[in-house]
């Protein structure tokens, strides 16, 4: 246990010094901008506007921030899988995943009960609307309900997460796995990120966020955090986030 705490602590040590270089590279852009002059190139590639080399002639590694703690997962779960609150998730993945779980044909209106009792209101008629248009793709219709289509993909909901491979999941699910990231990110770094920073280590250090990185998604990312209440802008102008 002692090894891994000590692991824990080094590697969240590497994160924090990323962070402050980080610091260091924005004050050199808005210092560069005050002057009017180019940015150099080393510092754009730093900062990921131009394709910077992989690996140096030691073979030199990025720094890889630690993931978030993963939370209990279904026995089938692939390590690559990734998770996402079920009360962020949309009607339909949420139809299928009950469906994946399911022992037998279930009805919309069966359907509507087992998510009401794992805390998620879907009415009948929504669930109905869904299957119209999952029929044949992912739904067989049989005499006594739905089941799941052979081979179709959904998600397995367990223990108030969905998981599943990123490529089943739509758009806004995955915002809330980029969100939880983000959380993640303001928790390690104590001293607060600004959204360029946010935007370039999720997409350069983070191998575990699968959910797409630019500017203006982390952008709106952060105004949902702060109305949700899990990040606060920083006072003063550094224009720096924390976890709240």
């Known amino acids: 246990m002692d090894v891994l705490v000590s692991k824990f602590m080094k ?16 004050e050199c852009l808005r210092a560069h901008d005050a002057a009017g002059m180019k940015y150099p190139e080393p510092l754009l590639r730093m900062l990921g506007e131009e394709e910077a080399p992989r690996g140096g002639e030691k073979g030199r590694q990025c720094l890889v921030i630690p993931a978030p703690q993963r939370p209990p997962a279904p026995p089938e779960a692939d390590d690559g899988w990734i998770w996402v609150e079920i009360t962020a998730m949309k009607a339909s993945n949420l139809t299928l995943g ?18 009401g009792l794992i805390g998620v209101e879907v009415s009948r008629g929504t669930i109905g609307n ?17 089941v799941l289509v052979e081979g179709a993909t959904s998600p397995v909901l367990f223990q108030g997460f969905a998981w599943g491979p990123h490529t089943i999941f739509e758009a806004t699910e995955l915002a809330a796995h980029r969100r939880a990231g983000i959380v993640h990110l303001l928790r390690v770094q104590p001293d607060g ?9 999720l997409a350069e250090s983070c191998p575990w966020n699968k959910a797409p990185v630019n500017k203006d998604l982390v952008k709106a990312d952060m105004e ?4 949700l209440g899990l990040a606060k802008r920083m006072a003063g102008n550094s224009g720096k986030w924390r976890a709240a």
């Open 11 to 26: 590697e969240m040590a590497a994160a924090q010094s990323l962070t402050r270089l980080l610091d260091a590279a924005e």
């Open 98 to 115: 009950v469906l994946r779980g399911a022992r037998k044909p279930m009805t919309p209106s069966e359907i509507s009960e087992a998510l």
């Open 130 to 146: 869904i299957g119209t248009r999952l029929f044949g793709s992912h739904i067989r219709r049989l005499d006594d309900g739905w």
């Open 193 to 201: 990120m600004q959204m360029m920073q946010i935007a370039h280590t």
């Open 224 to 227: 949902a955090l702060d109305e």
